[in-house]
Nanobody, 126 residues
């Protein structure tokens, strides 16, 4: 599957952005999806993951209560709504996907994902 992210940009602290990840292919509903981010000088980290069914979600502690991950299978698209943004959220955000027969699978490790987008830059100014 090919993934294309969009929606990044520059926003002031406290603001919001919505990232989108559009996927190619006809079996999108079978994919577990994840959002990762990588800030300069830091390791890539998982921000959120969603199962193929959309009923299982995982959020990193640093974004719980501020970010919301959703999927619209009819659009082959997942969304990451980011609210109350902080300067420490500044990073390149990557969408990732892996096909799975487990409807509740929310992969946590980057090695579990098979496909990656090119990323979109999010910059939060203080």
């Amino acid at each position: 599957v090919q993934l294309v992210e969009s929606g990044g940009g520059l926003v002031q602290a406290g603001g919001s952005l919505r990232l989108s990840c559009a996927a190619s292919g006809r079996t999108f509903s079978s994919y577990a999806m994840g959002w990762f981010r990588k800030a300069p000088g830091k390791e890539r980290e998982l921000v959120a993951a969603i199962s193929p069914s959309g009923t299982s979600l995982y959020y990193a502690d640093s974004v719980k209560g501020r970010f919301a991950f959703s999927r619209v299978d009819a659009e082959n698209t997942v969304y990451l709504q980011m609210n109350s943004l902080k300067p420490e959220d500044t990073a390149v955000y990557y969408c990732a996907a892996v096909i799975s027969g487990n409807f509740y699978y929310t992969p946590r490790l980057s090695a579990e994902y098979a496909s990656w987008g090119r990323g979109t830059q999010v910059t939060v100014s203080s």
